[in-house]
């Protein structure tokens, strides 16, 4: 069974960095694509990186362009996001998730995921 444990959340000040981490079990981490997204509340979950297998593409929304970094280390069997200049509207649950092997799903969609973590809160203070 694949388990994704994200950590890196917590509160910090608006223009503060944050990064997070995602260890994803397994030994096939290497072949899969993975993104990140995020959940606010109310709201329906939505995508906010995406990287593929070997790093060697990564996607962003709009919104997190030029402030946000997706990466990931196939070593450690692990993503990160690193979160510059963070906003208020920032503010949410974080997820990162396993993108599945076959799909005609966009990479920045969340249709294309399968597995999930269990998420990590970020607060962006005003």
């Known amino acids: 069974q694949v388990q994704l444990v994200e950590s890196g959340g917590g509160l910090v000040q608006s223009g503060g960095t944050l990064r997070l981490s995602c260890v994803v079990s397994?030994?096939?981490?290497?072949?899969?694509?993975m993104g990140w997204f995020r959940q606010f509340p109310g709201k329906e979950r939505e995508s906010v990186a995406a990287?593929?297998?070997?790093?060697?593409?990564?996607f962003y929304v709009d919104s997190v362009k030029g402030r946000f970094t997706i990466s990931r280390d196939n070593a450690k069997n692990t993503v990160y996001l690193q979160m510059n200049s963070l906003k208020p509207e920032d503010t949410a649950v974080y997820y990162c998730?396993?993108?599945?092997?076959?799909?005609?799903?966009?990479?920045?969609?969340?249709?294309?995921?399968?597995?999930w973590g269990q998420g990590t809160q970020v607060n962006v203070s005003s």
């Open positions: 397994g030994r096939t981490f290497s072949s899969y694509a």
């Open positions: 998730a396993r993108r599945l092997a076959v799909t005609s799903y966009s990479i920045l969609d969340v249709r294309a995921y399968d597995y």
């Open positions: 990287i593929s297998w070997n790093g060697g593409s990564t």
